[in-house]
Every structure is written in C-alpha cells, then in structure tokens.
C-alpha cells in the first residue's frame, strides 16, 4: 500500500514538472516572435548586423522551445512507464486469485475455463506493452540546435518578405511584393528557391 501511495507520488510530481517544462517551451515560443520583430525593426533601419544577432536569437529561441519540448515528452514517457508499474501492483494483488483460479480449474479438468482466465490476464500485458511502444515511437524524432548561416539568412528574409521590407546585405531579393493570400501559396516554393541560391552561393 505504502509503495504504491510513494509511486503515486512521484508519478503526480513529474507530470507537474513535465507542465512546467511545456510553460518554458511557450515562454521560448513568445521571445523567438520578439526577436523576429526586433529582426524587422533592424532591417528597417538598415542594421544588417543586428538582424542577424537577433535573427540568432530567435533561432537559439526555436531550438530552446524544441529541447523543451523534447524533454516534457520524455518525461511523460517516464510517467506513462511509471504508471504501468502501478497497474502491475494492483495486476500482481489479483494474481493471487487468478492463481487459485487456474488451480481450480485445473482440479476440475476445465481446460475451457483455464484458457479464459489466461486469454483475460495476457490481454492486460499486451495493453500495457502496446502504451509503452507507442510513447518511445513519439519520442523518436529530433530536430538540429545549430544555427547555419543558410538558416539566419532564411529567418531574415522570411522576416522582411512577411513584412514586405527589402534586404540587400549577402541575400537573395524578394520578386517584387505580392498580396498577402497569393504569398501564403507561393511561400514554400519561394523558400526552396532561395534556399537552393543560397547554396549556391555558398
């Protein structure tokens, strides 16, 4: 009982932890929009230089909000793992019963009733084994923390073209301005395109 009011415990403690972690992911997320403004404001101005400080930050800011992330996820893995261990104590206080179950059906001969009693308690396991496979395949991806040069380049153009400055310093010119909706669509094509001169460049 105590062991399991201790389990309990320590399960409640981390999933706040884990939210405290989602908290500082959302913190990371409203100071990388920040430094992007600061990115537009700088490039208004025509300092190049402190658009691609804040440009960096704001990169810093995104790679924070993603090890943020990473590590709340982690942590409900933890969670999810640690609460399949207190399902296995409440499961192993009615093996007890489930024993005697077997026993008496082996004592009668009811193969039939034996066979249930097993098919019920392996389909607890298999729930249990499928919960833990599905929490280590969503941790499975991960993202890059540096910050290349092609990826500040990228943030500031984004910036000006989002906000329809021009940015001449070591960047690929943005094709005149577009209307907001059509941009939107042509957005992903455009990124490709600078991002293949870029490497050019390069």
Avoid: W
Wanted: aromatic share 4%.
């Amino acid at each position: 009982m105590g062991n399991t009011e201790r389990l309990m415990n320590q399960i409640m403690e981390l999933k706040f932890t884990a939210k405290s972690l989602q908290r500082q992911s959302r913190k990371c997320e409203k100071e990388e929009k920040s430094e992007k403004l600061k990115v537009k404001k700088a490039i208004e101005k025509g300092n190049m230089d402190g658009a691609r400080i804040y440009a960096e930050n704001a990169i810093r800011k995104r790679n924070e909000q993603m090890n943020y992330l990473r590590l709340a996820s982690r942590l409900e893995a933890v969670v999810a793992r640690l609460d399949t261990q207190a399902k296995m104590q409440t499961i192993s206080k009615s093996m007890s019963s489930i024993v005697k179950s077997l026993e008496s059906s082996l004592a009668t001969g009811n193969l039939q009733k034996m066979s249930e009693t097993m098919d019920q308690f392996e389909k607890q396991f298999v729930n249990m084994e499928v919960q833990a496979e599905f929490m280590e395949s969503s941790m499975a991806g991960s993202t890059s923390l540096s910050t290349p040069e092609g990826d500040v380049n990228s943030l500031m153009q984004q910036v000006a073209d989002d906000y329809g400055l021009e940015v001449s310093v070591g960047l690929p010119q943005a094709a005149g301005h577009i209307p907001a909706k059509v941009e939107e669509k042509v957005d992903e094509d455009d990124l490709s395109r600078r991002l293949a001169d870029l490497k050019a460049r390069g």
